[in-house]
């Protein structure tokens, strides 16, 4: 499966200017600077194709990248103190339509930063998704900012604060070395051949 051969296709500010349905998407959901657009570019191994914030809540729209057997959707993180209430409610409207539309949905990753506890809208979107059979796998990014014995401490904490969501699959990454970044892609492709 050809992960380089990728661009952008559109953005999304509301549901409305959803683009129709059809390859199989891989969507990336999370909390504003939670690494997504970094682990995007790693993916595809491109520095820019996904725009790397420097103010989280910037990124407001779903944006869809187009790859030969698939696309990648990356959508708006949540959580952002500093958004007002209009901005929040349009956020919900727009993620919401896009989730319960009758979409190609293969996999979706929800992304964690292994350095902190899950928070309480990362336990919504996870329990959103766990309670309506949404095929999903969580990502735990940032791991090279922790020290091996940090890591390893997180890492059964992380196990712990998410057991509630028995059989879903964690997978550590670092986009800044690599690691996990092969099982991240294995993942996306057995999911994709699931629903092709």
Same mark, same amino acid.
């Given at each position: ?7 952008f296709? =559109? ?5 409305s200017?959803?683009?129709e ?14 690494? /997504? ?12 194709? #996904? !725009? ?6 910037? =990124?407001? =729209? %779903?944006?869809f ?11 708006? *993180?949540?959580?952002?103190? /500093?958004?007002? /209430?209009?901005? /929040? #409610? ?10 319960? #539309?009758? !979409?190609? %949905?293969?996999? &979706?990753?929800?992304i ?6 899950? =928070? ?6 996870? !329990? ?9 796998? &969580? ?10 014995? #940090?890591?390893?401490? !997180? ?16 997978i ?5 070395? *690599? ?12 999911? &994709?051949?699931?629903? &092709?």
């Amino acid at each position: 499966m050809n992960f380089n051969k990728i661009e952008f296709e =559109t953005s999304a500010g509301n549901s409305s200017q959803l683009p129709e349905k059809g390859k199989p998407e891989i969507v990336f959901s999370g909390h504003s600077n939670v690494g /997504k657009s970094s682990l995007i570019n790693k993916l595809v191994q491109r520095k820019n194709l #996904a !725009r790397v914030s420097s103010q989280p809540g910037k =990124t407001a =729209t %779903i944006n869809f990248f187009n790859a030969e057997e698939f696309k990648l959707v990356d959508l708006p *993180g949540y959580g952002y103190a /500093k958004v007002s /209430k209009a901005e /929040k #409610a349009r956020w919900a409207e727009l993620v919401e339509g896009y989730l319960s #539309a009758d !979409r190609n %949905i293969a996999l &979706i990753i929800q992304i964690i930063d292994i350095r902190h506890k899950p =928070t309480k809208d990362d336990y919504d979107m996870l !329990r959103f998704l766990y309670s309506s059979n949404a095929p999903f796998v &969580i990502v735990l990014t940032k791991k090279d900012k922790l020290k091996k014995t #940090a890591y390893e401490k !997180r890492l059964d904490e992380v196990m712990d604060e998410l057991s509630e969501f028995e059989g879903i699959e964690l997978i550590p990454f670092s986009a800044v070395d *690599g690691f996990g970044l092969e099982d991240v892609r294995s993942v996306i492709e057995e999911y &994709i051949e699931e629903v &092709i």
